[in-house]
């Protein structure tokens, strides 16, 4: 039985860290925690940066419309990314 599969190696970060997450804080920090951790795995999932992409969102997103906000998210941010680089 092969046991490094997919699902295994996309949790083994936050097995390693288990520790760390006993000193988030807060029920409120843990929460936070999880989100970012879910916009982190998101990005990776659709084969963007997340750091790129985090910081690129955090950066236009008080600037973006509310009915425009769909761009931001990772599986449309390459497409938004070269529609504005061609404006």
Known sequence: MIRDNAAERALRPLCLGRKSWLFAGSDRGG???AAMYTLIGTAKLNDVDPQAWLA????????????????LLPWNWEDAQRHD???
Not at 56 to 71: F, G, H, M, P
């Open 31 to 33: 929460e936070r925690a």
């Open 56 to 71: 690129d969102v955090l950066a236009r997103i008080a600037e973006q419309t509310q009915t425009r906000l769909d761009q």
């Open 85 to 87: 680089q061609a404006a």
